[in-house]
């Protein structure tokens, strides 16, 4: 059974199904291969699957394993999102996402399984700044 509420902001589609993040990915894996889980920048991307709207839901992030979120993000309108941690230690990172729709009538989110990403963060040396050799208007 689905039902479907419509208004001028949104169109929200409710039918009892979660909605999954299916795809989470380090968005540069900078290790020497492209695609060792080895980076210096911790930057997700991902995208969540359900059957019906996946747009503008929210996207929770969980990197100390307590089930509890330490972030949130939202999807774009095809169910894409990006999201940066900050503060995360240098060394293995487990981090977990899902994603989440509103509860027609309720302040809260319904919430679909955690998907998970383990990779390596490693620090960006200090010698290795960037430098501008040669600048010119054209």
Not at 18 to 35: A, E, I, K, P, R
Not at 90 to 100: C, D, E, K, N
Not at 118 to 136: D, E, Y
Request: proline share 2%; hydrophobic share 35%.
């Amino acid at each position: 059974r689905r039902l479907i509420f419509e208004s001028l902001e949104e169109r929200l589609v409710l039918d009892g199904t979660l909605h999954s993040v299916d795809q989470l990915n380090l968005l540069n894996d900078t290790g020497s291969s492209s695609s060792d889980r080895i980076t210096t920048d911790a930057t997700l991307v991902g995208s969540v699957s359900h059957d019906g709207l996946n747009s503008f839901l929210r996207v929770e992030f969980d990197w100390n394993g307590n089930g509890v979120a330490d972030a949130v993000s939202g999807t774009d309108m095809d169910g894409r999102f990006a999201y940066r941690p900050e503060g995360l230690s240098v060394g293995s990172v487990s981090l977990r996402a899902r994603a989440g729709r509103p509860v027609e009538g309720e302040l809260q989110y319904q919430f679909g399984a955690w998907t998970s990403l383990n990779f390596t963060l490693q620090g960006v040396p200090s010698n290795s700044l960037a430098a501008i050799s040669t600048l010119s208007l054209q």
